[in-house]
């Protein structure tokens, strides 16, 4: 598994970060430069690698990640190099919650949000044509967890991702990382 990288994916607002905070609870090395804190919208930090949004016109970092796991916006998966084999951690939360979520950060933030229709029917269109994308690529392995169970069954949750990434990680410690009362934009 050292030889492999560890990503944690997703849409913005998707529980990237809570996955982030299981693996380093469950003793995983974690990749972040810490130049996000924690705010109001993330209350136990964002878990960023500034440097992977660059990942367009440098991969030079990218080995350095090896037997680690970092972040990425689901957008950015395209430009990994082929030559790396991944593990890929993909975050999946119901629409509404993540665009709830979504505008009131952008709210606080001062900035607008784009129409929920238009946001759903992007982020709906990049989804398919990005599972699509990953099931041709033999060197990425994908796991996909949905944020929404996650929060109401986080121990089963946690073994999974322990056995698809084949470490030795706390799962007891992983499950705790989960907080409901966190869980502040739910459907319905």
Request: glycine residues 6%.
């Amino acid at each position: 598994m050292n030889t492999e990288i560890m990503i944690v994916s997703g849409l913005p607002r998707s529980g990237t970060s809570l996955m982030m905070q299981m693996l380093d609870r469950g003793g995983i090395e974690v990749v972040t430069d810490g130049a996000r804190t924690a705010d109001i919208d993330n209350p136990k930090g964002y878990y960023e690698f500034e440097i992977v949004k660059s990942i367009q016109r440098d991969t030079s970092w990218l080995p350095g990640t090896r037997g680690k796991a970092f972040k990425m916006v689901s957008q950015l998966l395209y430009h990994l190099p082929a030559a790396e084999r991944y593990r890929i951690i993909f975050m999946e939360r119901e629409f509404d919650e993540m665009l709830a979520s979504q505008d009131k950060m952008l709210a606080r933030l001062g900035r607008p949000a784009a129409p929920r229709d238009d946001m759903r029917g992007a982020f709906t269109s990049h989804l398919e044509q990005l599972r699509a994308w990953l099931a041709r690529q033999a060197n990425m392995r994908v796991l996909p967890i949905s944020y929404n169970q996650l929060l109401s069954e986080p121990r089963p949750h946690a073994e999974r991702v322990r056995e698809f990434l084949d470490v030795d990680a706390d799962v007891d410690q992983m499950a705790a990382a989960v907080e409901p009362a966190l869980y502040r934009n739910r459907g319905g």
